[in-house]
C-alpha cells in the first residue's frame, strides 16, 4: 500500500508540474509557429508513426538526424520547404531528376533511398517540420519531476513513523496496565490473609520432574518429535533441486518490466517459438534489433525513474549502457548504423531448467491451451530481474492438470473425444487429467 | 561316484619331490603377497602421521562435503543465436529431399534436421526409384558425426592449407598437360550428368586425362553384358512387382546386387491379393537374404548353378545341354520350367553371377519371355565400374605413364585384390591426391589426403535410372575444413564457380526442359518427361520378340550357354564373396550403428567369417559351440586362394549353405584410421580375383577359436506355432482361416476354449480416443533390417560394443528374429511336436526335441520384427514394484526411466523378452567408445528422447514422441488426423510396407483393415497379453506346379 500511494502523490506532483511546463512551452511554440505554421503536437504523433524507425531528431540513424531539418537545409544547401515535399512524397524521383543534394544524401546512406510517402499531405509535412524545429522539452521535465519527488517522499516517511510510534505507546500502556493490576491482586491477597511463599512450595515435583516421570508422555512427545522432524527433513529434501525464486544476474542486464510491462509488448513477440517449438525460444539478437536499431537509449518513463529503481542503480544511463551492451554483442556500429560482422553470443543464465527426463512442449500450453505465459512464469512484467516463479516439480504440473480444463472450443481435433470422453465421465467440462494429461508417458519418452 | 583317478595337468606335477610343485599347491598365489613390504616396518607405521582415526575423518569429511555439494544446482547458460535463420525454429525439425550416391548405395532420401543438425534419414516416398533407404543408407548420418573424420587437407600425414594443395596440383596438372603424360582420375560411380560433364570440362582442359570408374564390388560381367546387347553399360532394372514368377540364380537382389532397391517391389508382390502372390525360386549357394524369403530355395554350388541357368534355357526353348547337377536340382529346374511357361511375360530371370556368359542367358531369357518385370529400355546407372579400364590403369602406373592420379570415393588399398600392384604403381606416380572422408589405407599412401565432404555436406546430382534424375543437396554447413572433389575441379580448372551453380546450370540445359528447379530440389527427384522418357518398355520389348527364342543375338547366347553347361569347379571348395547388408562395401566400416546390426540370415554382429555348411564342417572338424557364458564360438580357417591365404577366419556353420561351397562378406578388415573397436573380421577383398565374386579355395581348420556376438542362439522354431504362424498359399486359398490361422485353446473350467475369450483382467475401456495398433506382416519382410538402425537413430538407441553384445546385452529396441526350421516347413516342425507322445521312445520328446534343434540342410526360414508388444494386459506392469512402467490409454505401454529402479522384474517376466536393461552407462563414457561418448557422435542424438542412464530398464516406446507429435500438430490446426499421419520409426523405414501404424479407433484406417484380415494373429496369444502389436501369418507359395 506504501508503494502505491507513493507513486499516486509521486505522479499527482508530476501531473502538475507538466501541465505547467506545458502551458509554458505552448507559448515558446506559438512563437515559432509563426515560421514553421504547423501543429507540432500533430507533428509528433506524424513522426513517430511515419519517420521515427528511420529518423532520430538529434542523432543519425538509417536516415539523418531531422532536428530542425528545415532552417538547416535553408541554410547549408539554401533548399526550401517545396523541395522538402517533393521529396517526402517521392525521394526516388528526387534523385532520379538529378538534384545534387538529392544524390549526395543518396549516396551517403548506402544508396538507400527514402521510402516515398505520398499520403502525407503537405499540411501533415509541415506539422513535422514544426515538431522537428522545436527543441525536445523531456529532460528539462525529469529533473524538475525527481526534484518534486524526493520531497513527497519524505513525507509519507514521517507518518509511517508516526504509526510506530503509536503502536509503541500502546504497548507501553498495556504493559502499564498489567502491571498496575497484578500490584492490586497481591495486595486483595494480602488483605485477605493469604501466604504467598506457603503457596508456592506446596506445588511439589517440578514441572520437568512430573514430565519425565509420565512414560506415555514420553513416549508421545518422542514419536511427536521424530514425525515432525521427518516432516521437515523431508520438506528439506524435497526442496533440493527446487530453485523456485532463481534470481541469476545476466550479462546483459535484461528488464522485463521495461519491456513487456511499461511498453507492453506481448511475449510471443520476442519468445516467438512458444507458438509452435517445444521451446520457448531465447531471442536471439537480431529480434531485438528490429526495435533496438532505432531505440538506442532509455529515456525512462516520463516521470523519470523511481526512488527504488534510483536506489537500485536503475538509472536512464544504467539502461542506455545495457543497449550498448547488446549493440557489442550483436556487432552493431552506431556510428555508420551499419553492422560490424563481429558479433559475440550472449550467454544467458538458465533460469527454468527442466530435467532432461521431462519432455515439456511450450506450444500445447500456449497455443492449444491458450494458457497465459505469467500462469507459470508469475508477474513478469513486473520483474526487472527475471526469476523462476513456479516451482516446476512433478506435482505443481500435476495439480495444474487436474484442475485445468482443456480448451476444446472451435478445435476440430477435441470435437468427437471430448463428446465421448465427457459422457463417460458425466462432465461438462473436461480436466487436462481427464483427457490422459496425468500418464507417465505423456512427459516421460 | 568318487573316483580314485588322480588328475595331473602337467608332468611335473607327477614328481613327488618336487618342491615347487608342493609350495604351489599350498600357495592361493604363485608369487609370494609383499605384506611384509607395508607393513614390516613397524617404525615407518608408527611416524605416520595419518592414523585410522584420521583417516575416518577424512572419509567423513569427503562424503558430507560430496553430498552437500551435490546439494547445489549447476549454473546451465542458453545461447541463443546471434541472427537465427529464418528457417530455423528450436525445436522444430525441418526436412530435406537428399539423394546418397556413395559408389555403393543410391537412394533417394529425406533428411531430418534439428536446429541445423541432420540427425534421421528417411525414406523420399516420391521418389518412383530407390526411394527406401537400406540399413547402411538409414546409419549413414552417423558417419557424418564420425570422430575419426579427416577434419582438413593433409600432406604426407601433416595437416596443410587448401591453398597449397591447389597451388602444387594444379603447377602439376599444367606440367603435365605440357607433357602429354597421363592424368588419371579414379574415382566412384557417380551416375551423375553434372560430374560426368565437369569431367568432360577438365579432361578438354588438361588433355591426357583417363577418367576410370571403379566399383569396389564389381558388377562388371553384367555391364558388359548389358552393353553388348544393348548398347548402353548400364545395368537392366527390375521391377518384381510386377512378376508372378521369379527365378534367381545367385541374384540377392533384395540386398546388394547391382545397387540394390528392389525389395519394395518385390514385397508388394509378395502379399497375397485376391488369392495371388508371387512365386520365388532360388539357386545359391549362401544361404542369402533372397534365399531366405524365397518360396522355394535350391542349394547349390556356383558351378552348379551355371549348369542350371544353361540348362533351363534350353528347356525354355525346347532343347537340353549336358552337365551335372543333383537330381533335386533337375527338378527344381523341370518346376521352374513349368511355371514360367504358364505365366510367360509374367516370369522373371535374374542371376548375380559375376560372369559375362551368365549375366547374357539371363537378358536373353527375359527378352525372350517378353518379362513385364524386366525393363532394358531405361537401365539403371548405379554402377558403372570397368575392370578392364582399372587394369589398364594399373598397368600404365607400374609403367610410370601416369602423372598424377586424383582419386575420389574409391579406397583401392584396401579393396583391391591387386593391392600390392596398385602400391608399386602409386609409387611411381609423381603426385597423387586421394579425396576421402576418413584416414585409410589409400590416404596413407598418397601424397595428398584432401579432406572430402560427406554426403550431407555436398552438392551432386545423380541419374539413378535413365529420365530418373535425384539431387543431393547439403543439410548442414561443412562441419570441417572440407571439400568435395567436384568443386576441387572446378578449383583446379581455375573457375569461381560454385559446384551449386554448375549443378544449376547442368539441370537448366540438359535436365529440366523448362521445369522449375526449386521444385526439383524441394522434391529431391525429377522424372523426365523429355526424349528420354520411360515409358512402358515392357510392352514393346515383348511385341517385338516373339517367344520362339529368335532373338537377335542368338548365335552369342547359344554359345554362352555351352559354355556355362561346360562349367567346371576349380577343384576345392567353391567360395562365394558376398556383401553383408549391414556393412556393404565397408566403406562405412567405422559407423557403430552398422557394426552392432545383426546379419540378418547369421544375427551376428561386429564379424564376418566363413560361411559352412554342416557336411563340409563335419569333415574339416570346423565348429560352433555355446561358451558358458552364452556366446556363441566358431573354429578358425585358413583359406587360401591362388596363393593368397587368409589365416584365422572365423567359421560359422550355415544352414543352407550349398555343400561344397563356402561364403565370406567383403567389408570387413579395415585397419587403417579406424577406432579399435571398429577393427573388426577380416579383409576378403585379396581373395577378391579378377572381381569375380566366385573363387575356388582351399581351407583348413586353424588353431583356436573365435568368440562371436551373436543375437539370437536358438536357431529353430521348435514347433512353437504360436510364434510364427505360416501356411501355404493352397491352403490358405481353399481353406477357412480357422484351420490355418488357428486360435489356441486354453483350458477353462476343465472346458477347452478359445484363449482370446479368457481373461484375467477387467478390459479398460479403450474405444475413446486414439489407440494405437502395429501391424506386421510377415510376407511383406524381407529382414533387410532398416527398421533396426532406424529406431536406433530415433531413439538412441546405445551402442553397446562386441563385448556385451556376446553377453547378450544388446539394446536394440527392435530386433528381427531369424527362425530356421528342423523339417520342410514351420508345419512339419508343428506337426511334429504335436506327434510327441510319451518321453523316449520313436515318437518322444525327449529325443524330438533334440531333433528340432538342429536346422535342416535346407531349412525353410522365416523373419519376425519383434519389438515391445505394447501388450493391454502386460506382465510387465504389474510386477514393477514401483511403478515405472505403466500403461496409457492409447494403448502403448509407457517407461518413466526416472521411476526405475533397475529390478528388472519386468524383463524376467516378459514373455516376448524385448526389454533392455542398461548394464552401464552407456553415454559420457570412454569404456564405451562408440558415438555417445564424444561432441561429434553426440549430434545424431535425437533430442525429443530421453539418453538413459545407467541401471534403468527400457524398450520400444511405440515411437511416443511421434504420436504425441502428430497430435499436437493436429491440436494445434484444430484439425481431425488423418491416417497416415501417425507413424513410427520403423513403419517409416519399411519401404516393403511390412510394418503399417495406425489408430484403429479410426475405423477408416489402413491398421484398423488389417486387424480384421484373416491373417491376422497375436504372438503367443495364448498367454492372454492382448497385445497392441499384431503379425500376419505367412504364407508360402510353394505348391510344385
Known amino acids: 500500500m506504501k508503494k502505491v500511494t507513493y507513486r499516486n502523490q509521486f505522479s499527482r506532483v508530476l501531473g502538475v508540474s507538466l501541465v505547467v511546463f506545458l502551458l509554458f512551452s505552448v507559448s515558446i511554440f506559438a512563437q515559432d509557429g509563426a515560421v514553421a505554421s504547423g501543429d507540432p503536437a500533430k507533428g509528433k504523433a506524424l513522426f513517430n508513426q511515419n519517420c521515427a524507425a528511420c529518423h532520430a531528431l538529434n542523432r543519425k540513424m538509417t536516415g539523418p538526424a531531422l532536428a530542425n531539418v528545415e532552417s538547416r537545409l535553408n541554410a547549408d544547401e539554401g533548399l526550401d520547404r517545396e523541395w522538402i515535399y517533393a521529396w517526402v512524397k517521392n525521394s526516388p524521383g528526387v534523385i532520379k531528376s538529378g538534384d545534387d543534394y538529392a544524390n549526395k544524401v543518396f549516396s551517403e546512406y548506402n544508396q538507400a533511398p527514402m521510402t516515398p510517402f505520398p499520403t502525407l499531405s503537405n499540411d501533415d509535412i509541415d506539422n513535422i517540420l514544426a515538431y522537428t524545429a522545436a527543441p525536445p522539452p523531456e529532460p528539462v521535465v525529469a529533473s524538475a519531476a525527481v526534484a518534486e519527488g524526493g520531497g513527497s517522499g519524505s513525507s509519507s516517511g514521517i507518518s509511517n513513523e508516526m504509526i510506530l510510534g503509536a503502536l509503541v505507546i500502546i504497548l507501553g500502556l498495556l504493559v502499564m496496565m498489567l502491571v498496575l493490576v497484578q500490584g492490586t491482586l497481591k495486595r486483595i491477597a494480602v488483605a485477605n490473609g493469604l501466604d504467598l511463599e506457603k503457596a508456592k512450595s506446596e506445588r511439589g515435583l517440578p514441572l520437568w520432574k512430573a514430565f519425565a516421570q509420565n512414560q506415555f508422555l514420553v513416549l508421545v512427545t518422542v514419536v511427536f518429535l521424530l514425525l515432525s522432524g521427518a516432516y521437515f527433513v523431508y520438506g528439506w529434501m524435497m526442496q533440493v533441486g527446487v530453485d523456485q525464486g532463481y534470481e541469476p544476474i545476466q550479462e546483459i542486464h535484461y528488464s522485463h518490466k521495461v519491456h513487456a510491462g511499461d511498453n507492453k509488448i506481448d511475449c510471443k513477440y520476442c519468445h516467438s517459438s512458444a507458438r509452435v517449438s517445444k521451446t520457448s525460444g531465447i531471442p536471439s539478437l537480431n529480434v531485438c534489433m528490429n526495435c533496438h536499431k532505432s531505440i538506442y537509449e532509455y529515456k525512462g518513463n516520463p516521470e523519470g525513474p523511481s526512488q527504488e529503481d534510483l536506489a537500485n542503480g536503475y538509472t536512464n544511463e544504467f539502461y542506455t549502457g545495457e543497449i550498448k551492451k547488446l549493440y557489442k554483442a550483436v556487432g552493431w556500429d552506431e556510428d555508420n548504423q551499419s553492422y560490424t560482422g563481429e558479433s559475440k553470443p550472449v550467454e544467458w543464465v538458465r533460469i527454468h531448467n527442466l530435467p532432461d527426463l521431462v519432455y515439456f512442449n511450450h506450444s500445447q500450453h500456449v497455443s492449444v491451451a491458450g494458457i497465459e505465459c505469467q500462469t507459470c512464469h508469475g508477474p513478469v512484467e513486473e520483474m526487472e530481474i527475471m526469476s523462476q516463479f513456479a516451482p516446476l516439480t512433478m506435482g505443481w504440473c500435476i495439480n495444474c492438470h487436474r484442475e485445468t480444463n482443456v480448451k476444446v472450443e472451435d478445435n476440430e481435433y477435441y470435437a468427437k473425444i471430448h463428446e465421448e470422453l465427457s459422457k463417460k465421465y458425466g462432465v461438462e467440462e473436461l480436466t487436462a487429467a481427464q483427457m490422459g494429461g496425468l500418464e507417465c508417458g505423456k512427459c516421460h519418452y | ?1041
Open chain 2, 1 to 1041: 561316484m568318487a573316483s580314485n583317478k588322480k588328475y595331473w595337468k602337467n608332468e611335473a606335477e607327477l614328481n613327488p619331490n618336487d618342491s615347487i610343485v608342493e609350495a604351489l599347491r599350498q600357495n592361493e598365489f604363485v608369487e609370494e603377497i609383499p605384506v611384509d613390504e607395508f607393513l614390516g616396518n613397524k617404525e615407518n607405521l608408527s611416524s605416520t602421521n595419518t592414523n585410522r582415526r584420521d583417516f575416518l575423518k577424512y572419509v567423513g569429511f569427503s562424503t558430507a562435503a560430496a553430498s552437500l555439494a551435490a546439494c547445489e544446482g549447476p549454473v546451465r547458460k542458453s545461447i541463443p543465436y546471434v541472427v537465427q535463420p529464418e528457417r530455423i525454429i528450436p525445436g522444430v525439425a525441418n526436412y530435406y529431399a537428399t539423394t546418397i550416391a556413395n559408389g555403393f548405395d543410391f537412394a533417394s532420401v529425406l533428411v531430418k534436421t534439428r536446429e541445423g543438425r541432420p540427425i534421421k534419414i528417411e525414406n523420399n516416398t516420391d521418389a518412383k526409384v530407390n526411394g527406401g533407404a537400406n540399413a547402411r543408407v538409414q546409419g549413414s548420418v552417423l558417419s557424418l558425426y564420425d570422430s575419426t573424420r579427416l577434419q582438413g587437407p593433409m600432406k604426407a600425414g601433416e595437416p596443410v592449407e587448401w591453398t597449397a594443395l591447389d597451388t602444387e596440383v594444379k603447377a602439376k596438372l599444367n606440367t603435365l598437360k605440357a607433357s602429354g603424360k597421363q592424368i588419371a582420375l579414379l574415382t566412384q560411380t557417380y551416375a551423375s550428368p553434372s560430374t560426368a560433364k565437369l569431367i568432360a570440362e577438365f579432361k578438354e582442359m588438361y588433355g591426357a586425362v583417363n577418367h576410370v570408374v571403379y566399383d569396389a564390388i564389381s558388377e562388371d560381367a553384367a555391364l558388359t553384358a548389358f552393353e553388348a546387347r544393348y548398347g548402353d553399360r548400364a545395368l537392366a532394372d527390375y521391377d518384381f512387382e510386377k512378376a508372378e514368377v521369379i527365378v534367381s540364380f545367385g541374384a540377392d537382389f533384395l540386398a546388394d546386387w547391382q545397387g540394390g532397391g528392389y525389395d519394395s517391389g518385390y514385397s508388394r508382390g509378395r502379399v497375397p491379393k485376391n488369392g495371388k502372390m508371387s512365386k520365388h525360386v532360388q539357386f545359391e549357394a549362401n544361404m542369402s537374404l533372397s534365399g531366405a524369403n524365397a518360396d522355394k530355395r535350391v542349394p547349390l554350388t556356383p558351378m552348379q548353378q551355371k549348369i542350371a541357368l544353361a540348362k533351363l534355357y534350353a528347356k525354355l526353348n525346347g532343347s537340353s545341354v549336358g552337365g551335372e547337377i543333383p537330381e533335386y536340382a533337375e527338378q527344381a529346374i523341370d518346376g521352374v520350367v513349368g511355371e514360367i511357361n504358364k505365366n510367360k511375360s509374367a516370369a522373371v530371370v535374374v542371376t548375380g553371377l559375376q560372369d559375362v556368359d551368365a549375366q547374357a542367358v539371363v537378358l536373353a531369357i527375359n527378352e525372350m519371355l517378353g518379362s513385364r518385370a524386366f525393363d532394358a529400355k531405361a537401365p539403371k546407372y548405379v554402377r558403372q565400374g570397368s575392370v578392364k579400364d582399372l587394369n589398364a590403369l594399373v598397368v600404365d602406373m607400374k609403367a610410370g605413364r601416369v602423372g598424377a592420379l586424383i582419386m575420389d570415393g574409391v579406397n583401392p588399398m584396401y579393396t583391391l585384390p591387386n593391392a600390392v600392384d596398385f602400391e608399386e604403381g602409386l609409387g611411381k606416380v609423381d603426385l597423387s591426391v586421394t579425396f576421402s572422408g576418413n584416414w585409410n589405407e589409400t590416404t596413407e599412401l598418397t601424397d595428398y589426403a584432401a579432406a572430402a565432404n560427406h554426403y550431407l555436406e555436398s552438392w551432386g546430382d545423380t541419374e539413378i535410372k535413365k529420365g530418373h534424375f535425384s539431387l543431393i543437396q547439403p543439410t548442414i554447413k561443412e562441419l570441417f575444413d572440407t571439400r568435395q572433389f567436384q568443386s576441387a575441379l572446378l578449383k583446379w580448372m581455375d573457375s569461381d564457380k560454385s559446384y551449386y551453380d554448375y549443378i544449376k546450370e547442368t539441370w537448366s540445359t540438359d535436365v529440366l526442359a523448362e521445369n522449375d528447379w526449386n521444385n526439383a530440389l524441394h522434391d529431391g527427384v525429377y522424372v523426365s518427361t523429355g526424349s528420354n522418357a520411360v515409358g512402358e518398355i515392357v510392352e514393346a520389348v515383348a511385341s517385338a520378340v516373339g517367344l520362339d527364342g529368335g532373338d537377335t543375338s542368338g548365335m552369342d547366347v547359344s554359345s554362352a550357354v555351352k559354355k556355362l553347361s561346360n562349367a567346371v569347379s576349380g577343384g576345392g571348395l567353391e567360395l562365394t564373396l558376398y556383401s553383408k547388408v549391414g556393412m556393404g562395401d565397408g566403406q562405412q566400416a567405422g559407423n557403430p550403428w552398422l557394426q552392432e546390426f545383426p546379419d540378418p540370415i547369421s544375427r551376428v554382429s561386429w564379424d564376418n567369417y566363413v560361411t559352412v555348411s554342416k557336411a563340409d564342417a563335419t569333415r574339416l572338424e570346423l565348429i560352433n559351440e555355446h561358451a558358458a557364458n552364452g556366446g556363441l564360438d566358431g573354429s578358425y580357417a585358413k583359406l587360401t586362394v591362388n596363393g593368397v591365404t587368409l589365416d584365422q577366419v572365423p567359421v560359422l556353420i550355415q544352414p543352407g549353405q550349398a555343400p561344397g561351397s563356402i561364403g565370406l562378406a567383403l567389408g570387413y578388415g579395415r585397419k587403417v584410421g579406424m577406432k579399435s573397436e571398429m577393427q573388426t573380421g577380416v579383409n576378403a577383398y585379396p581373395l577378391y580375383q579378377g572381381f569375380n565374386n566366385v573363387q575356388s579355395v582351399t581351407i583348413e581348420k586353424a588353431a583356436g577359436m573365435h568368440e562371436f556376438a551373436c543375437m539370437q542362439l536358438h536357431n529353430t522354431l521348435m514347433g512353437r506355432g504360436d510364434i510364427i504362424k505360416e501356411t501355404t498359399l493352397e491352403i490358405f486359398n481353399t481353406k477357412d482361416h480357422a484351420e490355418w490361422n488357428k486360435v489356441p485353446m486354453v483350458s477353462l473350467n476343465h472346458q477347452e476354449v478359445e484363449a482370446t475369450t479368457v481373461d484375467l483382467w477387467d478390459s479398460f475401456d479403450r474405444s475413446i480416443g486414439h489407440h494405437f495398433n502395429m501391424s506386421i506382416d510377415l510376407n511383406a519382410c524381407t529382414g533387410c533390417g532398416a527398421c533396426v538402425v532406424a529406431c536406433s537413430a530415433e531413439n538412441n538407441v546405445p551402442v553397446v560394443g562386441k563385448e556385451e553384445v556376446r553377453r547378450s546385452r544388446d539394446m536394440h529396441w527392435l530386433r528381427i528374429d531369424r527362425y530356421y526350421s528342423s523339417e520342410d516347413s514351420f508345419e512339419g516342425d508343428n506337426t511334429k511336436k504335436d506327434e510327441f507322445s510319451g518321453l523316449s521312445g520313436e515318437k518322444g520328446s525327449l529325443g524330438g526335441f533334440g531333433e528340432l534343434e538342429h536346422p535342416a540342410i535346407n531349412p525353410q526360414v522365416a523373419f519376425q520384427p519383434v519389438m515391445c508388444q505394447h501388450c493391454n494386459h502386460a506382465p510387465c506392469e504389474t510386477v514393477c514394484p514401483v511403478a515405472a512402467t505403466s500403461h496409457g490409454r492409447q494403448g502403448q505401454n509407457q517407461m518413466a526411466y526416472n521411476r526405475c529402479v533397475g529390478t528388472r522384474y519386468c524383463a524376467n517376466n516378459c514373455p516376448y523378452k524385448v526389454r533392455r536393461f542398461n548394464w552401464f552407462l552407456y553415454n559420457n563414457n570412454d569404456e564405451f567408445d562408440f558415438h555417445m561418448n564424444n561432441d561429434l557422435g553426440k549430434m545424431v542424438i535425437n533430442p525429443d528422447v530421453t539418453v538413459r542412464s545407467r541401471g534403468v530398464i527400457e524398450k520400444c516406446s511405440m515411437c511416443i514422441q511421434k504420436t504425441q507429435k502428430t497430435i499436437l500438430d493436429a491440436k494445434r490446426d484444430g484439425r481431425v488426423i488423418k491416417d497416415g499421419e501417425f507413424q513410427t520409426a520403423c513403419s517409416m523405414a519399411c519401404s516393403n510396407g511390412a510394418i503399417i501404424f495406425g489408430d484403429v479407433n479410426d475405423k477408416e484406417s489402413k491398421v484398423a483393415e488389417l486387424k480384421e484380415s484373416d491373417r491376422m494373429y497375436h504372438l503367443l496369444e495364448h498367454v492372454g497379453t492382448k497385445p497392441n502389436v499384431f503379425y500376419h501369418v505367412k504364407v508360402r507359395n510353394n505348391n510344385e506346379a
